[in-house]
T-cell receptor
Framework: TQLLEQSPQFLSIQEGENLTVYCNSSSVFSSLQWYRQEPGEGPVLLVTVVTGGEVKKLKRLTFQFGDARKDSSLHITAAQPGDTGLYLCAGYGSSNTGKLIFGQGTTLQVKP | EPEVTQTPSHQVTQMGQEVILRCVPISNHLYFYWYRQILGQKVEFLVSFYNNEISEKSEIFDDQFSVERPDGSNFTLKIRSTKLEDSAMYFC?????????FGPGTRLTVL
């Protein structure tokens, strides 16, 4: 069974601090997607990483896919209160039918 | 910007009743999915659908569940006889290739 484990599960920091969220697995994934979810809403796609070692930047967010395509990280520079939310990583299962396997999420709180 | 829409936003039903959750995927997408999220838990895959057929379904997606694309725009999830444990947020998603876009969800409450 393919699993994605995210760490930490909860993170509370002050505005302006940097942080990194990790998404790890013992399985290889063809791609990993990062989503952000607000309470009571659907996940919103932030980025997809496909190639091992790939780095993508979205303003103050930097996403990296591990060389072996088993892990990924999300780094936020100078966090702002607007970054508060639930961050989810998700990867495609080995069945190639579009089934996304989600991590349990990291809840980020950025205090002003 | 195109988006996935879902109706209703909240559905309350009695145990044993049938419910139909509706989704309008992004118009040029060919792949459709349903996921659910029980409060405080992971988002779980239910079913994927392509070319008017189920591609894969999870263990959760038993005989009480069915999906349909009745016309060119809607994609529905039917639960024939709801149970208390079906209470969850249900998300529809669609994709053109490998990036899935999610709708806002339907909160299903089974009493």
């Amino acid at each position: 069974t393919q699993l994605l484990e995210q760490s930490p599960q909860f993170l509370s920091i002050q505005e302006g601090e940097n942080l990194t969220v990790y998404c790890n697995s013992s399985s290889v994934f063809s791609s990993l997607q990062w989503y952000r979810q607000e309470p009571g809403e659907g996940p919103v796609l932030l980025v997809t990483v496909v190639t091992g070692g790939e780095v993508k930047k979205l303003k103050r967010l930097t996403f990296q896919f591990g060389d072996a395509r088993k892990d990924s990280s999300l780094h936020i520079t100078a966090a702002q209160p607007g970054d508060t939310g639930l961050y989810l990583c998700a990867g495609y299962g080995s069945s190639n039918t579009g089934k996304l396997i989600f991590g349990q999420g990291t809840t980020l709180q950025v205090k002003p | 910007e195109p988006e996935v829409t879902q109706t209703p936003s909240h559905q309350v039903t009695q145990m044993g009743q049938e419910v139909i959750l509706r989704c309008v995927p992004i118009s040029n997408h060919l792949y459709f999915y349903w996921y659910r999220q029980i409060l405080g838990q992971k988002v779980e895959f239910l079913v994927s659908f392509y070319n008017n057929e189920i591609s894969e379904k999870s263990e959760i997606f038993d005989d009480q569940f069915s999906v349909e694309r009745p016309d060119g725009s809607n994609f529905t999830l039917k639960i024939r006889s709801t149970k208390l444990e079906d209470s969850a947020m249900y998300f529809c998603a669609s994709s053109e290739e490998y990036e899935q876009f999610f709708g806002p969800g339907t909160r299903l409450t089974v009493l």
